[in-house]
């Protein structure tokens, strides 16, 4: 009897004529259309522009001592990089916050603050007046954040989900170096070091984006991301996106010296695949912004807090945990996986380089 195809592999068989051209496949099957896209660029616009017109009164009601604005709303998370998939784009809405002096003070104001987010929003869904948006279902609310799905109406009454976080913030990379920010870091408990996750996220984006050229690379991210939906293997939206930077890097200086570094596809997620066929002892840094060593050790995997913005357990200085992919933001955010959920993917990833000449031909 032969082997059982895997979902992937099912997923090629449906459409032969695609899959005979694996760009062709991605545009056809991977990549959001351009419909899709624009409805969620209205949505966010739209929210973004509800909360630069409400939060600040609705903020006035339960912080009446404060005086809070917002300074800026930067979109990231998987449509804000430019690396979603279909039925499986979020977004994230930083709303870097005027008015709060510390990240201290932000954790001390933070449960007032998301609260306010979500009454506001809930009003949002509840207006009458306000044609483009039918439902609103809270996912997760957090210390850091609020998790929605917006069910938002089209113009020809159409509905579609649009996934959100709204993360609370404070703009503290435009105003002090990163050096000393992670000086900061140092100097806080583990609790306070979660904030300044959220305050990170420019950098994240910027990271992102100017690793991510040229267009060949965000293909690829979108390819795993789709392996990774279909076949649901626990990997995080993040560490994909720096797993394939990582490795872009690595083939790009190992064949510097032959000058030929073409983006070669099949070549690159061959050898993403390899790396995560040895998944449990991973150890990936990057010294783009620090050197990880004047951090203490890499920390230990961390546990989902909010979004694809996440939290991490205390930094272990005495045992150097694995697996580990450090943030290039962030010292003390590890977005790998557990142990446990890394021999799963380890797994998953050996199973697609033994079907490989099946599904790729």
């Not at 051209?21 to 099957?29: A, E, G, L, P, S």
């Not at 609260?115 to 949002?124: G, N, V, W």
């Not at 939906?229 to 200086?253: A, T």
Request: hydrophobic share 35%; with cysteine.
């Amino acid at each position: 009897m032969g082997q059982k195809p895997s979902k992937l592999e099912s997923y090629f068989l449906c459409d032969k004529e695609a899959s005979d051209n694996i760009y062709r496949y991605i545009d056809k099957k991977v990549q959001p259309n351009t419909e899709y896209l624009c409805m969620c660029s209205r949505t966010v616009d739209k929210v973004v522009q509800y909360l630069y017109h409400n939060l600040q009164t609705e903020l006035k009601k339960t912080l009446s001592w404060k005086y809070i604005s917002i300074k800026e709303i930067l979109k990231s998370g998987s449509l804000g990089k430019s690396t979603a998939v279909k039925e499986k784009s979020d977004i994230d809405l930083i709303i870097f916050l005027n008015g709060i002096s510390s990240i201290e003070e932000l954790s001390q104001l933070m449960p007032n603050i998301v609260s306010s987010l979500k009454t506001l929003m809930e009003r949002l869904a509840d207006d009458q007046s306000i044609t483009w948006i039918s439902d609103l279902e809270v996912m997760r609310t957090t210390k850091f954040s609020l998790g929605l799905i917006l069910k938002t109406v089209n113009d020809d009454g159409t509905t579609f989900d649009c996934e959100m976080d709204l993360l609370p913030s404070l703009d503290i990379t435009t105003t002090k170096s990163l050096l000393d920010i992670y000086s900061e870091m140092e100097q806080s408990d583990e609790d306070l070091r979660r904030y300044y996750s959220a305050c990170l996220s420019r950098v994240q984006k910027n990271f992102v984006n100017e690793n991510t050229q040229p267009a060949k690379v965000k293909n690829l991210i979108r390819f795993i991301k789709f392996w990774v939906k279909v076949e649901q293997i626990p990997l995080r939206s993040y560490f994909i996106e720096l797993l394939v930077i990582y490795n872009n890097r690595q083939h790009n200086r190992k064949h510097l010296a032959t000058c030929h570094v073409d983006f070669n596809f099949y070549d690159h997620l061959k050898e993403c695949l390899r790396i995560l066929t040895n998944c449990e002892t991973l150890k990936i840094t990057f010294s783009d912004n620090y050197d990880y060593r004047n951090y203490g050790k890499p920390p230990s995997s961390f546990t989902v807090v909010f979004g694809t913005l996440l939290g991490y357990p205390p930094v272990n200085t005495n045992v150097q945990t694995v697996p580990y992919l450090l943030d290039p933001a962030n010292p003390y955010m590890n977005v790998a996986s557990s142990l446990e959920k890394s021999r799963i993917v380890s797994q998953k990833a050996q199973e697609l380089l033994d079907n490989w000449d099946r599904i790729f031909p």
